[in-house]
């Protein structure tokens, strides 16, 4: 099967590419690489006996279109964004440009190109807003009332889709997933806790907490999240998936599990806590499990110890 995956050199998309690669499909990737990196697609790029093509490329390039229908992919995976909350804050036309526009040139790309469907990343921790503890883990069927302007985006995306079902036929499945973690992610972002807590933490220094610390989010780990992707391509047609663990961590939480595992004090400093974020975030992916026969299969004590041996790596002497 031929596959195109947008976002395609970033932590998740690289590691979905080397999970279809490893399949057996023909894969195109493309990526502006404004925060993905070619390092990640090393052994994609690697191995000749792969059929695999990068593309540098803004998913804002109307030229995207003309790239999808040239490729013909029968699968589209929608992994490229504007992921942090904060930028959607400071300046949510920017946010809607990557992520409305964005995605509209990639959705008007595996129409022309006569894709069967089109797999999309969207956003459990945002979509749904704050949550009333007491509807925790959220279900799909909660109202989706984001409360940020990238949360709004995503929920907007996932309004397209449906909206090119109904009138082109073409297939999607949404999925809405929870802080993903692991192996290649970026400590220097804004989205992933855990690599900045291991980068800090493995480099003897304190980590920060915005705000109290008690925040809650459901930590799945990467490679669980591209099995989601995978099972998507073949299964749950027209529906908004949780992918999630349906556990809530506290970050405080999470320091102490990552400190103690890095052999470190349980130390951090903490800050003022910053405009957007959630109090309370975690999902229900029975939906998941009941169309996509999906569970997560890996625990946060050993996902962050596979994070953490990932960073030792990288910083180990060739």
């Known amino acids: 099967m031929r596959v195109l995956v947008t976002g395609g050199a970033g932590f998740i998309g690289s590691t979905l590419v080397d999970r279809l ?18 390092a990640n697609l090393a052994v994609a790029r690697a191995d000749l006996d792969h059929e695999f093509t990068f593309h540098q490329m803004d998913i804002c390039d109307p030229g995207v279109a003309e790239l999808l229908e040239r490729r013909r992919p029968e699968v589209v995976f929608h992994l490229a964004a504007q992921i942090d909350v904060r930028v959607s804050v400071a300046d949510p036309a920017l946010d809607a440009r990557i992520n409305v526009i964005g995605s509209l040139n990639v959705l008007e790309g595996a129409r022309r190109a006569g894709a069967r469907k089109v797999v999309f990343a969207s956003s459990g921790g945002t979509i749904y807003g704050d949550v009333d503890p007491g509807d925790l883990p959220v279900t799909e069927a909660h109202p989706q009332q984001p409360v940020s302007p990238y949360g709004v985006s995503k929920k907007c995306v996932t309004d397209y889709l449906y909206a090119y079902r109904e009138l082109h036929q073409l297939e999607y499945t949404s999925l809405a997933l929870a802080n993903v973690y692991g192996p290649r992610q970026d400590p220097h972002g804004e989205a992933g806790v855990v690599a900045i807590f291991a980068g800090r933490l493995l480099a003897g220094e304190r980590c920060r907490i915005f705000g109290d610390g008690s ?41 102490t599990a990552m400190a103690a595992n890095a052999g470190v004090p349980d130390d951090p400093e903490f800050a003022p806590a910053r405009a957007g974020e959630l109090a309370r975030s975690c999902l229900d992916a029975s939906r998941a499990k009941l169309h996509l ?26």
């Open 293 to 318: 026969g999906w569970e997560p299969f890996t625990d946060l004590p050993a996902g962050t110890a596979a994070v953490l041996d990932w960073f030792r790596a990288q910083d180990a002497p060739a």
């Open 215 to 255: 925040q809650t989010r459901d930590y799945v780990f990467v490679d669980d999240v591209v099995d989601a992707f995978v099972r998507a391509a073949e299964r749950g047609s027209g529906l908004l998936c949780n992918v999630g663990t349906g556990v809530e961590t506290s970050v405080t939480g999470l320091h």
């Open 21 to 38: 690669l490893a399949e057996g499909h023909a894969v195109d990737v493309i990526d502006n690489l404004s925060s993905g990196k070619l």
